[in-house]
């Protein structure tokens, strides 16, 4: 039994404008599936799928865009996961400790996973030595805030996203403040080893899941990076000053880390001379080290496909060699 809407659009060509709306209502097709628009902007619509170039069998009739459009910006997700899967994304909540070279890659990927809270925490602002390798330093966005100009990107991958922009480093003073949220996943991408350490063993006494980026300057290779437990790193300088530190602190294992088992480099010696500051406060700053665009993003996107993987550990895909 039709209603007189859809029987009225069975007996019209795709392209053809019906003007219900006075808004240039129109047919529309992609393929297999097409749909007919009413209106603009958060307007009804109305779905339906071709058998062909004209006719068209089954629809459904949704209210909302932002819910309900048969085509959204996390379709290919959901043919993944699914409809239960994506829901489960959209109500945990991330928190993302340095949204440099490693974390704003890790935001973009989680955004763009329907992660439904993201917590960023930076008190850096863009620095002209960003631009090549962070996601939002730009020549345009130097001197403005990292957590701020994330925030806004991600806003428009997801507006419906809810993000908590924390212009602040995590310390002793600020870690309390920090976790006062609700927080289901950490993605480690900070680089101050007291504080890293700091921070895992926050998290094991709180029991809240954390994955903490190793290393990731001077390295050329990001194939040579992978998910272990803490005790199993090797090779990389930093994992094995935080294991050191750990043992210290009876902490022996219980730590996802992304690690490299890649040697570092050496900085040239007639590049250095002038790209560092003798004089600069922190170590870092006064012989900082190298770095390039394709070796902390890649990290960042392992941190991010950790936790969605966990979180998706309930929903497991099906694989082709399943099917045979």
Not at 7 to 27: A, F, R
Not at 119 to 132: A, G, Q
Not at 304 to 319: C, E, G, H, Q, W
């Amino acid at each position: 039994m039709h209603t007189p809407l859809l029987e009225d659009l069975l007996n019209k060509k795709q392209g053809t404008h019906l003007n219900l709306s006075g808004q240039n209502d129109q047919l529309y097709n992609d393929g297999s599936v097409g749909y007919y628009r009413i209106g603009e902007g958060l307007m009804s619509f109305a779905f339906f799928v071709f058998t062909n170039s004209s006719y068209m069998v089954g629809y459904t009739y949704n209210e909302r865009r932002m819910e309900n459009i048969m085509k959204h910006q996390f379709s290919r997700n959901e043919l993944a996961y699914g409809k239960e899967g994506l829901d489960a994304l959209n109500n945990k909540t991330v928190m993302i400790l340095g949204v440099g070279g490693v974390g704003s890659f890790a935001a973009e990927a989680l955004a763009r996973t329907n992660i439904g809270h993201i917590i960023l925490i930076d008190k850096d602002d863009v620095d002209i030595t960003n631009v090549n390798r962070q996601i939002h330093a730009l020549t345009t966005t130097v001197g403005q805030s990292k957590v701020t100009l994330m925030e806004e990107r991600i806003k428009l991958i997801n507006p419906e996203c809810k993000v908590t922009p924390l212009h602040m480093f995590y310390t002793d003073e600020t870690y309390e403040e920090i976790f006062e949220y609700d927080i289901d996943y950490v993605v480690d991408a900070s680089d101050t080893i007291m504080y890293k350490i700091h921070l895992m063993k926050e998290c094991l006494k709180r029991g809240i899941k954390i994955i903490s980026s190793m290393g990731a300057a001077n390295k050329t290779d990001p194939t040579r990076f992978q998910i272990a437990d803490i005790s199993k790193t090797h090779t990389d300088p930093m994992a094995k000053v935080i294991r050191t530190k750990l043992r210290k602190e009876k902490i022996y294992k219980g730590i996802p880390v992304v690690f490299s088992d890649e040697s570092p480099i050496v900085i040239r010696e007639d590049v250095k001379s002038y790209v560092g500051n003798p004089d600069a406060p922190i170590r870092k700053a006064q012989m900082p080290p190298s770095s390039n665009a394709f070796v902390p993003s890649v990290v960042g996107l392992i941190c991010a496909s950790y936790v969605v993987n966990d979180i998706l550990k309930d929903f497991p895909v099906t694989r082709v060699k399943d099917k045979q």
